[in-house]
């Protein structure tokens, strides 16, 4: 049994109300909804908030169950990884039992396609990593364009290499992590709520569906990309 979570809290700085805020015609957070539901790969969707109003526009698009989330769990400075520990407890709770996994969509990512979540999922239960996280090759290297400063004050690469880098191409592969999807073993993520272990995995997704929404920027992109690329896919 997998459960799939969507956090979505109500007191958002960088985008106020965001997650009711109309996307492509619809809340933002519905299409997280949604996509967890077409995707096949879980046996119930919950959605945890310190907001009402999200709340009501998570049952308006088809969540199972509705998580108030306590107060201290949504803060500013609190990360989002409590918050699905204490959702995916009130799930099992609800169920009468624990489940094997957990799918954990965030829902300033609306532009993923429900084949993402899929293969996601298959790679997590072809190995069973702790994680299974989603990412698109980065736009910097930090072999060749990524700086960090020094301790003089200078600047120089993030990581080096013998012989150095000389053309992008050659350099190994990064990738930026998008946040997008991630696909926990249960009694790992559970036991040590983290989102690297030493055995995660990464599904690789493409720039146009890696946008996450933290910003007025990255909304305006987004919808320059669903409009641009056809969204929804």
């Known amino acids: 049994m997998r459960i799939a979570v969507i956090c979505a809290r109500g007191g958002s700085k960088g985008v106020p109300g965001k997650n009711i805020r109309p996307f492509a015609g619809k809340p933002l957070i519905a299409w997280s909804i949604e996509q967890a539901r077409q995707s096949g790969c879980c046996s119930i969707v919950a959605v945890s908030s310190d907001s009402a109003d999200i709340l009501d526009a998570a049952r308006s698009a088809g969540a199972d169950l509705l998580v108030e989330r306590p107060p201290e769990l949504a803060t500013d400075t609190v990360s989002s990884l409590p918050a699905v520990v204490h959702c995916v407890k009130a799930a099992e709770n609800h169920l009468g039992r624990e489940c094997d996994s957990i799918?954990?969509?965030?829902?300033?990512?609306?532009?993923?396609?429900?084949?993402?979540?899929?293969?996601?999922?298959?790679?997590?239960?072809?190995?069973?990593?702790?994680?299974?996280?989603?990412?698109?090759?980065?736009?910097?290297s930090p072999y060749f364009t990524l700086?960090?400063?020094?301790?003089?004050?200078?600047?120089?690469?993030?990581?080096?290499?013998?012989?150095?880098?000389?053309?992008?191409?050659?350099?190994?592969?990064?990738?930026?992590?998008?946040?997008?999807?991630?696909?926990?073993?249960?009694?790992?993520?559970?036991?040590?709520?983290?989102v690297l272990y030493e055995d995660t995995r990464l599904y690789e997704m493409p720039p146009e569906?890696?946008?996450?929404?933290?910003?007025?920027?990255?909304?305006?992109?987004?919808?320059?990309?669903?409009?641009?690329?056809?969204?929804?896919?």
Request: glycine letters at 6%.
């Open 103 to 140: 799918l954990y969509l965030q829902a300033t990512s609306p532009l993923r396609m429900v084949t993402d979540i899929q293969g996601a999922v298959a790679l997590h239960d072809k190995s069973r990593p702790g994680s299974v996280i989603t990412g698109c090759e980065a736009r910097n």
């Open 147 to 194: 700086l960090e400063e020094t301790a003089a004050g200078g600047v120089a690469l993030s990581k080096t290499t013998v012989p150095p880098v000389v053309r992008r191409q050659d350099a190994p592969r990064c990738y930026d992590m998008n946040g997008s999807i991630y696909v926990f073993t249960r009694s790992r993520f559970i036991e040590s709520p983290k």
């Open 209 to 233: 569906r890696s946008v996450d929404i933290d910003t007025e920027l990255d909304w305006i992109l987004a919808e320059v990309v669903a409009d641009r690329y056809g969204f929804p896919w």
